[in-house]
């Protein structure tokens, strides 16, 4: 679960924290794209670097190492399958060469996670609901999507108080085969599957009294606003980007 | 001015044999603080309900009679447009919170009518400062304690500015702090804006002295309505009724053997002017 | 029967819900856990059927270490009710969700059926026998909860918040319950903030704050110190709250019930009338 601890938001105060949500996903998303154009070890080293200064500067660099740990088991899985299927496919010649592509492909899943994770963590979920609707998506997704998040502490709470008034009734969650304890999962979820009906219920009876969907023309109180800092921020990282796309094509 | 004109009104439950509620007529003046009370099951909920909109247009069953708040035929009404004269709060405080700041959250319902923003920016403004909130603007309502909560969910309907506000049992998960001071707000909203009031709440105790009325319903009937010194008078402190204030009961035990009380007190307050008052007057 | 030893618990979120909680609750006793929201009532009832096991220090229960025993061992000394009693429904009817639990624990069918039965009649749910849990209303479903529980006859019974959104009748129920519970000999543990209900139940009464013992004692005593009781969000019942308003009269201030209430001011009264008649 420590790669969802990196995804999730930290009020902060940083210069990153306050550039506007849409520049944000674009560097993230330049740096996706120099992961996927690059097999280079330097480069991606050197992306890396670029990654760490970033979560230095937003003070996040606890939480983001976190998500780059909580990635490793995915990276090791990616290696291995890689492994297996360059092997069983003679992709590559020698063993050498195997593990080299098999853990840049590993190294590559890790740098594409830890660059999200850093858009995550210095980006409140109200703001990447403001990115939303700023791109016309229809409100009732945007709302899905802050709901999720809203929401998702609590029902995960809720397991846990069902979880623990099922073991004080005398089932033992982690004892028997797996049938057995495929068996024991119904004393879990009917009770969760009744009690997020019950909440459904409420939430909408509460999004009635509230006017929801009233209007088609829906205002919002706050408004994203690219400032003159976005705007220099996002000339920076268009211009490294485009250097980096010249000499890919001219000159490597 | 009525607020609220209830006539021969009969509702039940799609799937339900026995009527929710039953027959029930009513009229509130504007300004009008009322307590509702009965036990559980009684159509406490389901009567706030009729009131918003609600029923008939969210939940699905059978309704007779009339309904009419704030001048409109809820029938005949959208609830977002009833929504904007009459609000509701509930119970559970997390269940009517969506956003990720409070802020948000006391503008969401604004916003979803597609109010200016300059007009949800005094609005919310003005609604954190009545409920006495400013300073948790910018926190996220999942972190911060249920009185607090409440409190914001109270924000959120209050920016909408309604003339009736519905409360069914805003406090029954708080301690007895943030219980008092959800009921305080409650009360100094009438006050301060003349809004009328019904609260459906289990705990008198909390309420008797604050209130111009008491309803008290069963089995989908109002079996008493009146003030809150002739409805708790006429009742015997008996756990199977109508609750009924620990200063009434004392009030009544220390009558049956001398006459202190001519008023009934409501609050220990009372209690104190009576017990003082009997005095100084066996001294004249 | 329980004991905690300078008990501290930190959730993994770093939240320190108890900090060097040492407390006994003997035998027989029945005790009322109070204190404000977030004050650890609940943290506190997961640790004695071992839901929790403490981050520093010891918890006790009937002698032995709690690390040592599995939760459903403990529980079959130990039941716990909690809150919300619709996180434990889950089979069609009634009586087979009190079943459920003893063939969990490991008794003989014939020792099920007769448990059921009494189980439900003490908490008078036998009419619905045979009905959905999810039908019932809320005090029923509340009263489903303990009957679960009593069915194994734990010898320490433990409910969090059992009277929140209950009417003024099913209060009343439920405190002869656990009044006829704490008769026959069992330990009864409550955590609430109700303190009208803890008012009438008078128990020894064990106030928290932030995760800590702040007061311990008997709720004539403890109920009726508004400003210790303040200092945790709660407030004085309001039988207590209106005779501390004529201690200058001579009022005894030290009462939470109705009846004596009335009884100590007729009293007084009389002797004022008498010494000013003289
Ligand atoms: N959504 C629903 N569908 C069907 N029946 C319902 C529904 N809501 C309530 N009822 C039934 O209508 C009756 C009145 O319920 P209501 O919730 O209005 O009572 P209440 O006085 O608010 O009780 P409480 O104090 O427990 O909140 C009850 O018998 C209840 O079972
Ligand atoms: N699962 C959890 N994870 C992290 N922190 C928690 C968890 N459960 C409780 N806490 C925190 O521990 C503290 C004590 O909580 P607890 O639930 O024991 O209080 P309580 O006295 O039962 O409160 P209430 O009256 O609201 O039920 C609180 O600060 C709470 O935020
Ligand atoms: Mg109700
Ligand atoms: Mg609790």
Redesign the pocket.
Known sequence: MSILEGLKFYAGDTAIHKLDPRVKFLVSMLMLLMVVMYTEAWILVTLMVVQAAMAYAAKVVRRWLKTIKGSIPLAVLVFGLNAIFFITTGTHATLQEVLYHSATLAYRLVLFLSSFSIFFLTTTPEEIGLTLTSWRIPYPYTFAFISAIRFTPIIAQELRDIMDAQRSRGIELDKGGPLQRAKKLVPILVPLLANALRRAYELAEAMEVKCFGATKNRTSLRELKMRSRDYAALLVSLTLFSLAMYSRLFLL | MEIVRVEGLTFT?S??E?P??KDINLTMKEGEFVLLL??????????CRCLNGLIPHF?AGKMDGKVVVAGMDVTKTPTYVLSQHVGMVFQIPENQLFSLTVENDVAFALENLGIPRDEIKRRVDFALRAVGIEELRGRSPFELSGGQQQKVAIASILALMPKLMLF??PTSSLDPVSAKSVVDIISSIRKEFGTSIIV?E?RVELLADKVDRVIV?QE?SIIKDGKPKEVFVSEEFTPYGVPVPKVVSMAKGVNRHLRVFNDMPLSPEEFEQGIRGFLYDKVR | MIKFDSVTYVYPTGARALSDVSVEVGKGELVALMGENGAGKTTFIKHLNGLLKPTSGRVYVDGKDTRTLSVAQLSRIVGVVFQNAEDMFFLPTVEEEVAFSLRNLGFSEDVVQKRIDWALKFMELEVYKKRSPFLL??GEKKRLALAIILAWNPQVIAMDEPTV?Q?SMQKEKLKEMIKQLSLQGRTVIISTHDVEFVAELRPRVILMSRGKIVADGDADTILTDGELLRSCSILMPQVAATMSRLTDLGFNAKVISVEEAVRSIVKRLMEIEHTRRA
Do not use: F
Not at chain 2, 38 to 47: E, H
């Open positions: 439950y799937g339900s026995v929710a509620v009965g036990p559980s099951g009684c159509g406490k909920s389901t009567l939940y069914d049992e459906a289990h319903m989908g | 209303s809320g959104g009417d």
